[in-house]
């Protein structure tokens, strides 16, 4: 099975912090993906990378950036955390050659205080 | 532009009922259009996916949903709940030919009652 680790489950910050969240998938996916989910709004896309050093903003990249080094890690970065940054943040990957299907990793809970 | 609504934030059935999970969503060409579920604690699984073959979709765990263009409608139904369906469910939608950007509706956490 497709496993896509999300390096932490819980996390709590403060205002002004420069925040990392981490992802790893093993499955050698080209395409990987950063969302955030708010209760209401469903899930929405920060970022995606369709390869190694590659980056396309998504529908709300604003007060965030994204670094993806490695084909297996993309790390989402929050530069100066803020108190609406408080969310679920889940990534995902995606072999683009054999469909559209997503694998998602549990998530962070980030709370900024 | 593409958007996804789903018209309920809560749907609560008794175990071994039918189940209606209601999606619409708006699209300017022909969409894929995906239902994803999420169990409490987990991350998001694929549940069934439209690609503009056939309009009934089955799914897993004896999921199904229909595509209807007229309405521009995904309903997600099952015939007999299980406790274990209890979670939240996404209808999602897709225009982008490589399948990068995904429109998701605002979920519907489905509760079943013993």
């Known amino acids: 099975d497709v496993k896509v680790t999300q390096s932490s489950r819980y996390l709590v910050k403060r205002t002004g912090e420069k925040v990392f969240l981490e992802c790893v998938q093993d499955?050698?996916?080209?395409?990987m993906f950063w969302y955030r989910q708010d209760p209401g709004l469903g899930l929405r896309l920060i970022y995606f990378?369709?390869?190694?050093?590659?980056?396309e903003k998504g529908d709300i990249p604003e007060g965030y950036s994204v670094s993806r080094e490695k084909k297996e890690r993309f790390s989402l970065i929050l530069e100066s955390a803020s108190t609406n940054q408080t969310s679920m943040y889940l990534c995902?990957?995606?072999?683009?050659?054999?469909?559209?299907?997503?694998?998602f990793g549990s998530g962070t809970q980030l709370s900024v205080l | 532009a593409q958007s996804v609504t789903q018209l309920d934030s809560h749907v609560s059935v008794s175990e071994g009922t039918p189940v209606l999970l209601r999606c619409n969503y708006s699209?300017?060409?022909?969409?894929?259009l995906f239902w994803y579920v999420q169990h409490p604690n987990k991350g998001l699984q694929l549940l069934l996916k439209?690609?503009?073959?056939?309009?009934l979709v089955k799914g897993i765990n004896g999921f199904e949903a229909e595509f209807k263009k007229s309405e521009t409608s995904f309903h997600l139904t099952k015939p007999s709940a299980h406790m274990s369906d209890a979670a939240e469910y996404f209808c999602?939608?897709?225009?982008?030919?490589?399948?990068?950007?995904?429109?998701f509706g605002g979920g519907t956490r489905l509760m079943v009652k013993p």
């Open positions: 995902a990957s995606r072999n683009p050659w054999t469909g559209e299907k997503l694998f």
């Open positions: 499955m050698d996916h080209e395409n």
């Open positions: 990378s369709y390869d190694v050093k590659m980056k």
């Open positions: 699209s300017s060409y022909s969409p894929s």
């Open positions: 439209y690609t503009s073959a056939a309009t």
């Open positions: 999602v939608v897709s225009e982008d030919n490589a399948g990068n950007m995904l429109t």
